[in-house]
T-cell receptor, first 113, second 114 residues
């Protein structure tokens, strides 16, 4: 079956540091890939997505590129802020109706001032 | 994107009781989903709820424990029955629909069972 693996956290960075959170996946076919963010005490928010190989999703300074050859979708940001402290979930879906979502275990990011 | 609200936002309940969680969407959607997020963990799908049909439960979840209603295209409820401390989790409602591919999530209901 489909699966998503993320780098284990927690990740602690200083403000303005560079962020990478690794995500790799296993899936049959060509899934859509997502990054969701969960701020403390809140639900999940879609951060960015990519629906085909070589697509780059971007939002709020975060980027991730759909790499089919390495089955990866790593999340990056050039300069993190304290407000980026949250849990980040990588996910995939192989369905056009928003079904069959598989979430990674989540990576907790703490950004220190 | 859809705007989703859940009630209650949090609750503390006694073991053996039941709690019904409501999920309201600001637009008509085909697919609604209920997830459980245990403390410090990822999301686990409980069931998929389509309007006009019985909910489809994932392995490990049964209708007697987690009955779901989906009376129309904007509303659903999840009941957590005969609760035990192991049911203490965040319960999340989400929606999906044709085309967008993604799921949109509600703010969650934080349940503590004593």
């Amino acid at each position: 079956g489909n699966s998503v693996t993320q780098m284990e956290g927690p990740v602690t960075l200083s403000e303005e540091a560079f962020l990478t959170i690794n995500c790799t996946y296993t899936a049959t076919g060509y899934p859509s890939l997502f990054w969701y963010v969960q701020y403390p005490g809140e639900g999940l928010q879609l951060l960015l997505k990519a629906t085909k190989a070589d697509d780059k999703g971007s939002n709020k300074g975060f980027e991730a590129t759909y790499r089919k050859e390495t089955t990866s979708f790593h999340l990056e940001k050039g300069s993190v802020q304290v407000s980026d402290s949250a849990v980040y979930f990588c996910a995939l879906s192989d369905d056009n109706y928003g079904q069959n979502f598989v979430f990674g275990p989540g990576t907790r990011l703490s950004v220190l001032p | 994107s859809a705007v989703i609200s859940q009630k209650p936002s949090r609750d503390i309940c006694q073991r053996g009781t039941s709690l019904t969680i409501q999920c309201q969407v600001d637009s008509q959607v085909t697919m609604m989903f209920w997830y459980r997020q245990q403390p410090g963990q990822s999301l686990t799908l409980i069931a998929t709820a389509n309007q006009g049909s019985e909910a489809t439960y994932e392995s490990g979840f049964v209708i007697d424990k987690f009955p779901i209603s989906r009376p129309n295209l904007t509303f659903s409820t999840l009941t957590v029955s005969n609760m035990s401390p192991e049911d203490s989790s965040i319960y999340l409602c989400s929606v999906g629909d044709r085309g967008p591919h993604e799921q949109f999530f509600g703010p969650g209901t934080r349940l503590t069972v004593l």
